[in-house]
Each structure stands twice: as structure tokens, then as C-alpha cells.
């Protein structure tokens, strides 16, 4: 569906799931809070909306989200730390994290199942965010400052750090229940 948008807007596929992302915010706010409009929302740059979209989950979405709108002017730093605070884990993790004491082939498959759909999750989500930055320095790459190229580089060293703790809270998960790549429970076939 991405991709089928993306040659007709003539957007990439990551400006797609960016938009798609705020979409389902708003989407989600509305049915929240019906009647309320959340103009200072709405009146935020696309990568503020797209970090605070990764809320959509939070049981606490709709509180924080007229926190922010009562704020006026919020930073993207404010928006970084208030995500990072309140980020819904992984329910892919939260089922390892169930009582193991079921070890039938069918539980560990389901185990299995999750972690595939963790790391499938991961990669979208790494190929939309270096995706993103790397349509805005094409777009503006002959009308950066020396500023903006640091700050640039600040945002790929963020991403990639973000990523890099998610990957590794994922591997010691499949360690701690015995599932490697490769193995008979049908990971590795993926």
C-alpha cells in the first residue's frame, strides 16, 4: 500500500509512513476525545508529530497529549524525553515475558512468531527513520550550515542509538528463552 501511494504522490515510501504514523495519532486522539481539536497539535513540524506519534499506544496518550497542548511552544527535546518516558514496550517482548512454564513446540512457535515480528518491526522501523533524515539532507543538502549538518548528524547518532538499545534489549530476550537464529523453532527461517 506504501508503495502504491508513494508512485502516486510521488512522496517515498518513508515520507508515507511518516504521514501515515500522524495519521493514526490523530486518528487515535480523536477517538479519544471526541470534539476536541487539538490545534497546537496540529500546528507542530511533521518530526515532532512523528516522535509523538509513537505514543500511540500509551495508556496516557490523551493526557500528555493535552498537556502538550496547554504548553504552547514545546521542543522537539521535550517531545524526545516525554516519549522515552512513556513508551509502550514491545508486546512481542511482553509475551516472552509470560509465564514460561508452557514449553510445548506451539508456545515456543508463538514465542518464535514474536520475535519475527519484533525484528520485522525494528527494521521498518530503522528503514523509515534513516529514510527520513535521508530525504531531508537530499532535499537541502546545498542550504545547510555547518550548524544544521551537526545537527543532522546529532539526529542520526540519536536514531541509531535508540535502535541500537532496542536490538540489544530484543537479543537478550531470545537469550533468555533459548531462542537463537537458526534454530528449530523456525526464527532463523525468516
Known amino acids: 500500500m506504501q508503495a502504491l501511494l508513494a508512485h502516486e504522490t510521488g512522496l517515498s515510501e518513508s515520507a508515507?509512513?511518516?504521514?501515515?504514523?500522524i495519521g493514526d495519532l490523530f486518528a487515535k486522539l480523536e477517538s479519544l476525545a471526541l470534539g476536541e481539536e487539538f490545534n497546537a497539535l496540529k500546528a507542530w513540524g511533521v518530526n515532532k508529530l512523528f516522535r509523538f506519534s509513537q505514543l500511540v499506544e500509551c495508556e496516557r496518550l490523551l493526557e500528555i497529549a493535552r498537556e502538550f497542548e496547554g504548553m504552547g511552544e514545546v521542543t522537539i527535546e521535550e517531545v524526545k524525553r516525554v516519549v522515552s518516558e512513556n513508551r509502550v514496550f514491545s508486546p512481542a517482548l511482553a509475551v516472552l515475558d509470560e509465564d514460561q512454564s508452557e514449553t510445548t513446540n506451539e508456545a515456543q512457535s508463538k514465542r518464535a512468531q514474536r520475535?519475527?515480528?519484533?525484528?520485522?518491526?525494528?527494521?521498518?522501523?530503522?528503514?523509515?527513520?534513516?529514510?527520513?533524515?535521508?530525504?531531508?539532507?537530499?532535499?537541502?543538502?546545498?542550504?545547510?550550515?555547518?550548524?544544521?549538518?551537526?545537527?543532522?548528524?546529532?539526529?542520526?547518532?540519536?536514531?541509531?542509538?535508540?535502535?541500537?538499545?532496542?536490538?540489544?534489549?530484543?537479543?537478550?530476550?531470545?537469550?533468555?528463552?533459548?531462542?537463537?537464529?537458526?534454530?528449530?523453532s523456525g526464527l532463523g527461517e525468516r
Open 16 to 21: 508515507i509512513s511518516l504521514y501515515m504514523a
Open 115 to 184: 520475535l519475527v515480528e519484533e525484528l520485522n518491526s525494528l527494521a521498518t522501523e530503522t528503514h523509515q527513520l534513516l529514510s527520513t533524515i535521508a530525504d531531508e539532507i537530499l532535499a537541502n543538502v546545498d542550504e545547510f550550515s555547518t550548524a544544521e549538518v551537526l545537527g543532522v548528524y546529532d539526529k542520526v547518532l540519536n536514531a541509531l542509538k535508540r535502535l541500537k538499545k532496542r536490538a540489544e534489549t530484543l537479543r537478550q530476550k531470545m537469550n533468555e528463552h533459548g531462542l537463537q537464529p537458526g534454530d528449530s
